[in-house]
């Protein structure tokens, strides 16, 4: 998994899954490519995610065990 910021194309930040010889821009003219693979889900804030952590399955505080937790700057 990974994030992309909003702006430069993108309407808003994305977490994406990282798929093999998949192109995930919006440009696809100047890369040359036919499609593009589409975020996983788009994180609608107002600032931009900073980093991806995943809780391990061995720490259930709250129940969150295996919960993605995402953070944002500010």
Known sequence: FFIDNEGGGNP???LNMLVPNSFYGHNKKKYQVDSITPPVFS???EVAPSELVFNTTTNDF???AGNLFVS???
């Open 43 to 45: 994180l609608t804030t």
């Open 62 to 64: 709250g129940g969150t």
């Open 72 to 74: 944002f700057y500010g």
């Open 12 to 14: 808003t930040e994305e």
